[in-house]
């Protein structure tokens, strides 16, 4: 699994951050910087429920 951030569409919203903190923060630039993008398997529930909370839909996961 792998996180992707589509930096043409994210708004620095901080929903992602907010949700799953340990791998997404809003940066002082106002876009989202992913802090592991390969995170566990075990992690994936609270990875997706943070992508799914994305009102722009900037980010996804790909396996």
């Not at 994210?10 to 907010?18: D, F, H, K, T």
Request: proline share 5%; hydrophobic share 40%; net charge negative.
């Amino acid at each position: 699994m792998r996180i992707v951030v589509d930096r043409d569409r994210c708004e620095g919203l901080g929903m992602c951050e907010a949700m799953a903190h340990e791998y997404f923060e809003v940066g002082e630039d106002g876009y989202v910087t992913v802090l592991d993008d390969t995170p566990p398997e075990a992690k994936r529930a609270e990875i997706q429920a943070a992508v799914d909370a994305c009102p722009v839909a900037a980010l996804s996961l790909r396996d």
